[in-house]
């Protein structure tokens, strides 16, 4: 794993990126530590939750519903962090009353604060773009909005991965591909 800089692992549900998230943080030889997005607001979310702690080591967890970019802030520079994950942080922060505009801002703090750390981030997001059109208008924002924070994120990384059935396809910058 790169010693520093910020790795997104992007892709559907149940697509493999918490585990590759584990998998890369249990091969940097120093600390790890995670920050954690979900709550357990309901008995689907806590088995949720109680799943990934259980398929991870017992590092460290800060829970950080709405301030992510707090909550990186507070850790050393030479530890590894998991971010986990995007997609509900963005749906905390819009149930929370927070503008588009506001999200937007948040994550681009986040991203930069993100990209310039000594050790290595692992960021978990999901792609939700490329699913079921949203019915509502609610829906249909928040597939947009995180779809605008990814972009932004990502903008902002080292590396990008796409998963899919637990399999990689590396993100490259169009216009690097295209030069």
């Given amino acids: ?95 929370a009353g927070r503008s588009d505009d506001e999200v937007a801002a948040a994550a681009v703090a986040f991203a930069d604060a993100a990209a310039a750390r000594g050790g290595p981030t692992l960021v978990v997001t999901n792609e939700v773009g490329m699913g079921v059109h949203p019915e509502t208008d609610l829906g249909l924002r928040y597939r947009d909005l995180l779809g605008r924070v990814n972009t932004l994120v990502v903008d902002r990384s080292a590396r990008a991965l796409l998963l899919v059935a637990g399999r990689a396809l590396v993100l490259a910058d169009p216009m690097e591909v295209l030069a």
């Avoid at 790795?7 to 943080?25: D, F, P, Q």
């Avoid at 806590?46 to 950080?64: K, L, N, Q």
């Fill in 1 to 95: 794993m790169a010693a520093s800089g910020m790795t997104v692992l992007l892709g559907g549900v149940r697509s493999g990126k918490s585990a590759l998230a584990v998998r890369l943080a249990s091969s940097w030889s120093g600390p790890v530590h995670v920050i954690a997005t979900a709550e357990g607001l309901d008995d689907d979310m806590a088995a949720r939750i109680a799943r990934h702690r259980a398929d991870r080591p017992p590092w460290p967890v800060t829970e950080a519903p709405l301030e992510v970019s707090e909550a990186l802030g507070r850790l050393e520079p030479a530890v590894c962090v998991i971010v986990d994950c995007l997609t509900l942080w963005v749906a905390n922060l819009l149930a």
